[in-house]
């Protein structure tokens, strides 16, 4: 355990010697709301995750007009095959779990479900309880397939247009809430990035004739998809970057030369532009403008394209 005892790996969660239930209170909503402590701590149950997929965050707009939006993610169990021993491990301590939450729904259900014990067998209860752990469905049957990994439902506490989240990097480096960046969960947490988190759970609801229980996400540290964006993939070798280091100095060699012959060209410009100007000024007879006028020739442009050909090259 860590965080002297409030946080427990979730690989060393043993749900039979570490729960505890708090007295049935009514919620806000109307519904009832049984608290799942910590024995040890007697405070909430909180659990440190291996690192695991997600499929980025989900944003849920109300169909009613109470305008409130809800976020969650999920944490993906991989395939059996590839499923490490942490995770193999949390996921087995989660249906541990969730069998005892079902186990103690029939042994409290009176004061859970007004309900005689008697009345609430296995099926019963199967059918009431909403599941933590969410499988694939069969495609035939549309029952879970307990054959295929499932995922975990986390909830993102989000209210009055707050994210109360904290999400780091893999070296510890917060990045929200951080008043210099503009990011949120929702940016942060890309679909298929790995995510190691703290998850408080959120005790068990009942409304509407169902119960289950909730995780809510405390921390995350987010390890960011593998892509080819953002980044230069570009690799050369020395024969290459060679090349083009020899490229570059014979490129500032030629500017260099090409700037000197256009402040010449731009010096005769400037000496021979007067004797332009003064043509019209001349009488149309006057032999001394007549013997002038090839001065004012296209010569100086010639130059300039002498000069651009030479850049080319």
């Known amino acids: 355990m860590a965080a002297d005892g409030m946080i427990v790996m979730g690989t060393q969660y043993d749900a039979d010697k570490m729960v505890k239930y708090t007295q049935p209170k009514i919620n806000a909503a109307?519904?009832?709301?049984?608290?799942?402590?910590?024995?040890?701590?007697?405070?909430?149950?909180?659990?440190?995750?291996?690192?695991?997929?997600?499929?980025?965050?989900?944003?849920?707009k109300p169909d009613d007009a109470s305008g409130k939006v809800s976020y969650d993610l999920s944490l993906q169990f991989p395939d059996a095959e590839s499923m490490s021993e942490n995770v193999k491990k949390f996921l087995d301590n989660l249906i541990a779990f969730e069998k005892k939450i079902k186990a103690d729904a029939s042994k409290f259900?009176?004061?859970?479900?007004?309900?005689?014990?008697?009345?609430?067998?296995?099926?019963?209860?199967?059918?009431?309880?909403?599941?933590?752990?969410?499988y694939p469905k069969n495609k035939e049957t549309r029952e879970p397939d307990y054959t295929k990994s499932p995922s975990l439902k986390v909830k993102i506490p989000y209210w009055e247009g707050e994210f109360k989240s904290e999400i780091y990097d893999m070296q510890q480096n917060i990045l929200f809430p951080d008043p210099s960046e503009l990011a949120t969960p929702v940016d942060l947490i890309a679909s298929r990035s790995h995510v190691a988190s703290i998850i408080k759970n959120g005790?068990?609801?009942?409304?509407?004739?169902?119960?289950?229980?909730?995780?809510?996400?405390?921390?995350?540290?987010?390890?960011?998809?593998?892509t080819l964006r953002g980044k230069c993939h570009i690799q050369l070798d020395e024969s290459e970057m060679q090349t083009l280091e020899t490229a570059a100095l014979k490129s500032d060699d030629e500017t260099t030369a090409v700037d000197t012959a256009v402040d010449d060209s731009d010096d005769d410009e400037a000496t021979t532009s007067p004797v332009a100007a003064s043509s019209p000024v001349a009488s149309p007879v006057s032999s001394p403008v007549a013997a002038e006028l090839p001065i004012v020739t296209e010569s100086t442009p010639k130059k300039k394209r002498v000069i651009k050909k030479k850049t080319d090259a």
């Not at 659990?47 to 980025?56: E, H, I």
């Open 30 to 60: 109307g519904g009832r709301n049984v608290g799942v402590l910590n024995k040890k701590t007697n405070k909430s149950t909180i659990l440190s995750t291996p690192l695991m997929m997600t499929w980025g965050v989900n944003e849920w």
């Open 203 to 226: 005790g068990i609801w009942f409304a509407a004739g169902k119960f289950g229980t909730t995780w809510k996400l405390e921390q995350a540290a987010v390890q960011p998809p593998a």
């Open 109 to 134: 259900s009176r004061e859970w479900f007004n309900k005689d014990p008697s009345k609430m067998s296995p099926d019963v209860v199967d059918a009431l309880f909403t599941p933590m752990l969410r």
